[in-house]
């Protein structure tokens, strides 16, 4: 945040921001989790019980004994079919059950008759050798050669293929095969995928042990040796079977066996509990956007002390919260009305054969029906309409027709990886009115295209002209907050202030308000530090640190060091870093081993370079400089172009008295990725370290030309132009910003200074003015 000191006036803020100490290492390494591109996501919201406004007079009774169990092993799922057949014949041939096979004849269902297929500038071939699959493409190196297909995976409306390239990894082959139209297709077409691209498939990207195989086998394990740089995984089954949902099977054998007396039939998880936390968070392990926080997850332990889940960023969704990249189920799922009142996945879908439980429009009527009541125990259906939902009245167009289903209009959806259709679960309702204004996906838009999609707006407006008027929603506040436009801040404020809002919209917006600083956005940011749900707090220890330096923020997030959920342990100590050097009293021993968790997390993916650069900023930070260049080394043995590790790496080597080594690493990565954006725009900070101004502004505008859209980039060129004198040139650059970035914080308050600096006061006005109607209480403006 630049300097808010006051120089001139209060309406005259001295904002002058100063390269060499805001930059000297870019925004982009300041990771504090691994965020890597299979990563994805969320988790529920737990109420607290009610209290007793008395507590009343009771017996005192000895507590019943509870049999403690022996950690349960997994076993061998066939011991599952003598008492479960009903179960296991919905299973069987399910996409559970084949979402990965060994390659074999019968599971291999491409063709693999020394076909050709040519794509992204690479040719490949297919072919079999006796009952063997493989696959002449280029490898890493950009050479043909020759791969063998180890494992299938999925069986409709695509399969992949699984190579095996030695030392144990798996890379899931980015061409794939449409199992309707029968032929090969790319999963990234006309993106240039080639072997210098990130996501092709020898690069870490693509790596299935890391991003794949957990959520189509059963009971699995990485096992990665970062010594040898190779992989043992194991797994106790292939597909999700029985286990890999309910969890190890030993202690309930021994339980229906009449052996023990153990809750849950010997299982760690009731998913038949009332609550359906349980069953949506078991879910929610592979139907979500997450990172992990280890190897493998720990049956009946929160969602997050296992992963990280996302929240709904402008990457992954749209403002109203639907479906953008590939997000999977759960994410969309807990923004509904369904989640809060109850409901959950196997309300809807069989769990063991994933198939819906009533065909066409059935689903949806066990809820929404004349009678308006839930015919599936333990769903609130309070405020639940009694109509005929199945009726034209309802949904307006002709039976059997489009639009005449359900999921037509409130499960709209997209496709990904090439075929495969995804509906969104947030069960929205349909608004071509508003849908225009926000720039968000819509289900009659994209029926009714063109001027049919006029006409529909227009009749929607007839259709609607009696509804209640509406209180602020999220997507429409949200619309404001990300586009910076008048009454983004007090939107935000509002929103968070609403006690009905889902968990996932909550812990979005808290991610905002560190764009609209002031006194009540650090008291809303504060709050929900006690928020019931895990992601909410995990939310707003990030809020919080955002507004606060380190020793202010210790009394509010040292309580959170001993959450009952490891996500938020651990960000709370990450955020504690700082302060932690001076010592924390009476909370320095659980700062010490949340940290230690924090530690172990990165050093369980030790196979990714995202955890080992983060390794390396914690061990900076820590004062362990022998452990950091080590790490960072070790950041780009496990991917040589993940650029962050090597930038970092350079300016280490260049702070320790090696700027030769320094210099020449950079120039080297330069000279093989030339247009890498990150790489150029460290070029120009170094030059400027190095007191050579003219270099360092060609390689800092260079990095902008490759990444017009970065706000970092644009940010520090418009401050470099300013020291070297280029004013009028550095006042262009953020004028540009905001028109792509009108919420930018940043560039508005630096574009006031860089205004007064070259005498154009009414334009500094301007935009103070223009600011003051966003965010009026903004801290900079005091």
């Not at 000297?24 to 209290?51: D, E, H, K």
């Not at 997994?74 to 990965?100: F, N």
């Amino acid at each position: 945040m630049p300097n808010t000191k006051n120089k001139a006036s209060p309406d005259q803020p001295d904002l002058r921001p100063t390269l060499m100490s805001r930059y000297l290492f870019p925004v982009i390494i300041a990771a504090l989790l691994v965020v890597v591109a299979g990563l994805w996501f969320f988790l529920n919201r737990p109420q607290p019980a009610a209290p007793l406004a008395h507590e009343p007079a009771v017996a005192v009774v000895a507590a019943p004994v509870i049999p403690k169990a022996a950690p349960a092993n997994m076993v061998d799922e066939q011991q599952c079919q003598g008492c479960h057949s009903a179960q296991v014949k919905d299973w069987q041939g399910s996409h559970h059950q084949l979402a990965m096979q060994q390659a074999d004849p019968q599971t291999v269902l491409a063709n693999f008759d020394n076909v050709q297929f040519k794509s992204e500038g690479e040719r490949t071939r297919f072919y079999r050798q006796n009952n063997e699959f493989w696959v002449n493409t280029p490898g890493a190196d950009g050479k043909p050669a020759d791969f063998k297909v180890a494992y299938t995976f999925g069986i409709a409306p695509l399969q992949q293929y699984l190579i095996d390239v030695g030392d144990g990894k798996l890379q899931a082959l980015g061409i794939a095969w449409d199992t309707e139209k029968k032929g090969w297709f790319h999963l990234y077409p006309g993106q240039g995928v080639n072997f210098k691209n990130p996501l092709h498939w020898s690069k870490p990207s693509q790596n299935a042990n890391f991003m794949c195989v957990e959520c189509h086998t059963t009971g699995y394990k990485r096992n990665f040796d970062a010594a040898t740089n190779s992989f043992n995984s194991q797994w106790n089954s292939l597909g999700v079977g029985c286990q890999a949902c309910h969890g190890p099977a030993s202690n309930h054998l021994q339980a229906v066996a009449g052996k023990s007396d153990l809750p849950h039939a010997g299982f760690d998880v009731d998913l038949n509990s009332k609550d359906a936390t349980a069953e949506i968070e078991t879910c929610a392990r592979c139907h979500a956007r997450r990172a992990p926080l280890g190897d493998g997850f720990t049956v009946g332990k929160r969602l997050m002390d296992d992963y990280l889940p996302s929240v709904l960023t402008r990457e992954l969704y749209a403002l109203d919260g639907k479906i953008k990249d590939e997000v999977f189920e759960h994410g969309s799922f807990a923004q509904s009305k369904m989640f809060d009142k109850g409901v959950r996945c196997s309300n809807c879908h069989n769990p063991h054969s994933n198939e819906l439980k009533a065909p066409g429009n059935g689903v949806c009527l066990q809820c929404h029906n004349p009678a308006g009541k839930a015919a599936i125990p333990g769903i609130d259906d309070k405020g639940l309409q009694a109509k005929n939902y199945d009726s034209v009245e309802h949904h307006r167009h002709t039976e059997g027709k489009p639009g005449s289903q359900c999921v037509d209009c409130h499960m709209p959806g997209k496709l990904y990886m090439g075929n495969d259709f995804r509906h969104d679960h947030s069960f929205s309702l349909p608004n071509p009115v508003r849908a225009k204004t926000l720039g968000t996906p819509d289900a009659c838009l994209t029926c009714h295209q063109g001027k049919a999609g006029d006409k529909v707006t227009e009749q929607f407006k007839l259709w609607t002209a009696h509804d209640a008027p509406q209180a602020a929603r999220y997507d429409e506040s949200l619309w404001l907050i990300r586009g910076g436009q008048p009454g983004a801040a007090q939107a935000l404020y509002e929103q968070l202030q609403r006690s009905n809002l889902p968990a996932i919209q909550r812990a979005t917006l808290l991610a905002e308000l560190a764009g609209y600083p002031s006194e009540s956005a650090l008291k809303l940011a504060s709050k929900d530090l006690n928020d019931p749900a895990p992601q909410v707090r995990e939310s707003a220890v990030r809020a919080v640190s955002a507004f606060l330096p380190p020793a202010e923020r210790q009394p509010l997030l040292t309580p959170l060091l001993n959450d009952s959920v490891r996500a938020v342990r651990i960000i709370a100590a990450r955020n504690l870093l700082g302060a932690s050097r001076n010592g924390l009293g009476a909370a320095q021993g659980a700062w010490e081993k949340a940290i230690g968790e924090y530690e172990a997390v990165q050093l369980s993916l030790a196979e990714r370079a995202e955890s080992n650069l983060n390794l390396a900023m914690l061990y900076q930070a820590s004062g362990r400089n022998a452990e950091v260049e080590p790490k960072l080394r070790a950041a780009l043995l496990r991917d040589p172009d993940f650029f962050p590790a090597l930038v970092t790496l350079a300016q280490w080597l260049e702070a320790s008295g090696r700027s030769v080594e320094a210099k020449t690493l950079l120039g080297d990565g330069i000279k093989e990725h030339p247009d890498a954006a990150l790489l150029q725009h460290t070029q120009g900070l170094a030059l400027i370290r190095a007191g050579q101004p003219a270099q360092a502004m060609a390689a800092l505008q260079k990095a902008v030309k490759l990444e017009p859209e970065s706000a970092q980039y644009r940010y520090v060129l418009a401050v470099a132009l300013h020291e070297s004198g280029e004013v009028d040139k550095a006042c262009a650059q953020l004028e540009d910003l905001l028109k792509r970035q009108p919420s930018n914080r940043d560039a508005r308050l630096s574009l006031i200074q860089f205004y007064l600096d070259s005498g154009q006061e009414p334009k500094a006005q301007a935009v103070l003015q223009a600011w003051k109607k966003i965010n009026p209480h903004d801290v900079a403006l005091k």
